[in-house]
């Protein structure tokens, strides 16, 4: 019987050694890597029971060898020990949504029976191991979320031709997508987004028949999608959002792509129309495409049944015209459709009457910085789950639809900035799902309705810039849940701030100034704890500014200029530590202003026009504050006698010395010869009236010598721009006479008017000198060459070729005037895209002649003493060595705005180091025939498509001479940048090969640009 026992004992223990003991010993491994397991995973792991029972491990019923180790969503904390490459039986290896770390053993590639690694989700380092290419039999690989650098191994796509599924999502892998990824012919699902790939998607993806699922957003991949991938038949899902991808979709994507159901391609540089044959995508759910720069009409997408959302804002869609909108009527009858987003494009037209026929579902329309016409559909109430409506900066007009009240699910409605008029329906208010509310910038007008009290979820209120009247419903503040903002500015309000306003303790933003409200700042204020931004100015209120505003320590920015406040500045102003702006001006304050805090800075405490302050920081150069002086003891009256004479003649001298100053000062003054009738004076008073007091809201520029403000001038109301002078900027005077005497003796239609002129004193006693100007609408060239917004995204600006070309015509007209058509040729100086303003009829100007110089006749130039200070990248060279001021300085700098205006590259770039610059730039891509490599993405995007077989011969004519016309302008810009001045290229010439180039141009389709 002992023998028996022991004979058992003995095979089992053999069989223990020989057959799994490796598996058991490589699972303590781990066990003894593992530095936290706050939920006892391994709690198991030792010798009491067999380790095929241990919690997480699996074992196959023959051998009783491990088979999968499963260990997801534990929250183990360690790092994975290369002992794991000893379970040769492993076939499955899940360790997703741990914090495992370091670097993946390269040992799990002697596992040549695994067929699913996952590793998602954790914090892994390092490269990618190349053994795991060992594991031939690998199906699903899933990297996900770690933090993995590194290329992608070029052998998995030598080795793994079993692989179905290669995730690599949200790591730090740079490099680019390997071509032989088109090896793995077994491949279904490839995903790799948010990393740092670069290069182009190979064209050898293509070849993948089983090829499903296309993941690639987030990285820097460049160039055009591979036709080849267009050819999928099965490719359900595409995704390669925020790339720099350019080129066009296939014409007939809607044929080659019967499967695709959803596609994002958005924040990339794709161009071209939208093929009518998308209508053919009957399985589209979900298409976007925003951020890029598409053109042309929207198709016909009335057979996308399945279609729910749609998303290409922020492109060049649509022409402006009527018919733009014809698209939008084949959506009617799509009962999956849900959100449409096409805002910020050039669609024309109106909303189509019949809105009301579209689905119930539908929840979500974006048309904001278009160019609607008409006005709101009454049929929009019908839409019953309508959560979002955006129309802002449209040409909508007419009345807000009184039924809007019926859509009791809107959460947003925007319609700022169009042509609104009426009153605000009350029957918003029975909108108690509504979170934001603009109707801002239109021209609304009457009470605002008490029952908007009733949208207690409201967090954002804009009304301002309208033409509302009445009191402020106290209904209104008495929303709590009011916390992002609440404007209300720019309308004739009356009446007082009612106390509820302390109900809006969440509030971060408050704005009420340019109405007609009066009396006191209400005690309650205190209680908006979270105020950041306040703004009171431009009303009548009065009476002291409360001590109990001492509790919003929160303020950043805080503005109450423009009314009648009175008595002490409050000193806990200086306490507020978070406070970036304080503006008192043009109150009745009086007494010692402090000194600490905001005051320090007189660039952000402003307290001009309160003529009793003084003290406070010599910054704000006030007088100082007098004292009472103390009682002393009676004089006798000899030495009163004595003192009397005394006062008197120091008084008499005093009169005189005060008159002697007022006379050199006013002569001091004076403008430097500017008595003709062109240039009438304009007193600071006038000034001060036309722009609200130098209001920060009037302010449109700062530059080296001064502010420009937006004013309006005189009965007429003429818009005008005022340079006021920055005296205590050196240089600053001298560029006030310099730009004098330029702007009084010059006319030109490509020149900016100087209207007239202000010398004078302000209210603190402080010289002040202005310039005041032709208002220019359209702002400046470098506003429509380098207006991105916030997010990157695509200019809200536009210049086709056309009128690059006709600006760069009219700068040229302006330099050859100035040149040669005055009575002394004038040289610019600071010739650079800000300093060339744009009228109402897009008419260049150019303006700022603070630094110009008048040139002898005898040798057109000038030596100046003081050099030249013009702008980094846009002067000549030779003014680095040299203080000698020619023409040809201009010339050099007009033809860095030329190669600018065809690049989209300011000199300054960071693109440009180590020798390179804007010309050289130029010079290699003109020298290799490879301009339209180097064009601004913006300026000719359907140039840069592939031409089609059904473009007529005339449409490619235009397209390849406007190619000559772009390579013409290059080199234009290049011979006026020569670095020796005899090699640049002389202004008349400049101005008469330009003026063919514009004829020539103007004949094509303009469009083209």
Not at 113 to 141: A, M, Q
Not at 607 to 617: D, Q
Not at 661 to 687: H, Q, T, V, W
Request: glycine letters at 8%; a neutral charge; aromatic letters at 8%.
């Amino acid at each position: 019987m002992l023998s028996c026992l022991s004979c058992v004992l003995s095979i089992a223990a053999s069989s223990r050694l020989a057959g799994n003991d490796t598996d058991r010993l490589a699972l303590l491994s781990v066990k003894a890597q593992i530095t936290n397991d706050p939920v006892g995973i391994i709690n198991s792991w030792n010798d009491s029971s067999h380790h095929c029972t241990w919690q997480g491990v699996t074992c196959s019923a023959r051998h009783h060898r491990v088979t999968m180790l499963d260990l997801s969503a534990k929250q183990v904390v360690g790092t994975l020990a290369p002992q794991i490459g000893n379970m040769s039986f492993l076939r499955e290896l899940i360790l997703q949504n741990n914090t495992f770390n370091g670097e993946i053993p390269h040992e799990i590639g002697r596992l040549f029976r695994l067929k699913n690694l996952v590793l998602k989700d954790n914090s892994f380092t390092g490269e990618i191991p190349v053994e795991l290419s060992n594991c031939s039999r690998l199906i699903y690989l899933d990297l996900d979320g770690n933090r993995l650098t590194g290329k992608i191994p070029v052998e998995f796509g030598l080795s793994l031709r079993n692989l179905q599924v290669l995730f690599l999502r949200s790591n730090n892998l740079t490099g680019e997508l390997p071509y032989s990824l088109g090896n793995l012919s077994s491949l279904v699902a490839l995903a790799a987004l948010q990393n740092t790939l670069e290069g182009s998607i190979p064209y050898s993806l293509g070849q993948l028949a089983n090829l499903s699922y296309i993941s690639l957003g987030d990285n820097m991949l460049s160039g055009s999608i591979p036709l080849s991938v267009f050819n999928l038949s099965s490719l359900y899902h595409f995704a390669a959002p925020v790339n720099q991808l350019q080129g066009t979709l296939p014409p007939d994507i809607g044929s080659t792509l019967p499967s695709l159901r959803e596609v994002f391609l958005f924040s990339n540089l794709l161009s071209g129309v939208l093929p009518s044959s998308m209508s053919n995508l009957t399985n589209l759910e979900t298409f976007s495409l925003s951020r890029n720069q598409l053109s042309g009409k929207i198709p016909s997408l009335g057979n996308l049944r399945n279609l729910r959302g749609l998303a290409m804002h922020y492109n060049n869609l649509g022409t402006g015209r009527e018919d733009d909108m014809d698209f939008f009527s084949s959506l009617v009858n799509i009962t999956s459709f849900k959100e449409l987003s096409l805002s910020v494009n050039n669609i024309g037209g109106q909303l189509p009457k019949n809105i009301g026929n579209f689905s119930t579902n539908f929840r979500s329309i974006g048309f904001a910085r278009n160019k609607l016409i008409g006005r709101i559909p009454d049929g929009f109430v019908d839409l019953s789950n309508m959560e979002v409506v955006s129309l802002e900066y449209n040409q909508l007009s007419e009345e807000i639809p009184m039924s809007l009240g019926k859509l009791q699910k809107l959460k947003y409605f925007y319609v700022k900035g169009n042509k609104l008029s009426g009153k605000i329906p009350s029957s918003i208010g029975n909108i108690t799902s509504l979170y934001g509310l603009n109707l801002a910038q239109n021209n609304l007008e009457g009470i605002i309705p008490s029952a908007l009290g009733k949208c207690q979820l409201l967090q954002m209120l804009y009304l301002s810039r309208n033409r509302l009247s009445g009191t402020i419903p106290k209904e209104v503040l008495s929303i709590s849940a009011l916390s992002i903002q609440l404007d209300l500015s720019g309308n004739q309000l009356s009446g007082s701030l009612p106390l509820e306003v302390g109900s809006l303790v969440n509030l971060g933003y408050l704005d009420i100034s340019e109405n007609k409200l009066s009396g006191k700042l209400p005690n309650t204020l205190s209680s908006c704890i979270k105020l950041e931004n306040l703004y009171v100015q431009g009303n009548m209120f009065e009476d002291v500014i409360p001590s109990s505003l001492s509790s919003l320590r929160g303020m950043e920015y805080l503005d109450l200029s423009r009314n009648n406040f009175s008595g002490l500045v409050p000193k806990y102003f200086e306490t507020f530590t978070s406070l970036k702006s304080l503006n008192l001006s043009f109150n009745n304050f009086e007494g010692e202003v402090p000194q600490g805090g905001v005051f320090s800075n007189a660039s952000a405490a402003i307290v001009v026009g309160n003529r009793n302050l003084c003290g406070g920081s010599s910054a704000l150069k006030l007088p100082q504050c007098k004292f009472p002086m103390p009682k002393k003891r009676r004089l006798s009256s000899t030495l009163r006698i004595i003192i009397s004479v005394a006062c008197g003649i120091f008084g008499v001298t005093l009169v005189l010395v005060l008159l002697i100053f007022c006379f050199l000062k006013r002569k001091r003054s004076a403008l430097p010869d500017l008595a003709d009738d062109s240039f009438l004076r304009i007193s600071y008073g006038e000034l001060l009236k036309a722009t609200n007091g130098f209001s920060s809201e009037n302010l449109i520029g700062k530059g080296g010598f001064g502010s420009v403000y937006k004013g309006i001038l005189g009965q007429d109301e003429k818009t005008v721009a005022i340079k006021v002078l920055d005296l205590q900027h050196r240089g600053a005077l001298k560029s006030f006479i310099a730009e004098c005497e330029v702007l009084k003796n010059l006319r030109h239609r490509n020149l900016v008017k100087l209207v007239t002129a202000c010398s004078g004193i302000d209210v603190q006693g402080n010289d002040f000198k202005a310039l005041i100007y032709e208002f220019m609408v359209n702002g400046s060239l470098d506003d429509w060459l380098h207006s991105f917004s916030n997010d990157g995204s695509l200019h809200a600006r536009y210049l086709d070729l056309y009128q690059r070309v006709s600006l760069a015509t009219d700068i040229a007209f302006a330099l050859e005037y100035l040149h040669q058509g005055s009575q002394t040729p004038v040289v610019h100086c600071d010739l650079k895209p800000s300093n060339v303003l744009l009228d109402q009829d897009m008419t260049a100007c150019v303006g700022d002649f603070g630094l110009s110089r008048f040139l002898r006749e005898t040798t057109q130039s000038e030596t100046s003493t003081i050099g030249v200070k013009g702008s980094v990248g846009y002067a000549a060279p030779e003014y680095g060595i040299a203080s000698e001021v020619t023409t040809y300085g201009d010339i050099y700098s007009y033809g860095i705005i030329i190669l600018e205006m065809l690049t989209g590259k300011r000199p300054t770039d960071d693109a440009f180091s180590n020798g390179l610059n804007l010309h050289n730039y130029a010079k290699m891509a003109f020298s290799t025939d490879r301009v339209m490599e180097i064009v601004d993405p913006m300026l000719c995007h359907s140039l840069q498509e592939e031409e089609t077989s059904d473009s007529t011969v005339g449409e490619r004519k235009n397209k390849d001479y406007v190619k000559k016309c772009i390579n013409f302008m290059c080199k234009i810009g290049i011979a006026c940048t020569m670095e020796t001045v005899k090699e640049r290229m002389g202004i008349s010439d400049v101005v008469k090969e330009l003026q063919l180039v514009k004829e020539s141009l103007s004949k094509c389709d303009k469009t083209l640009g």
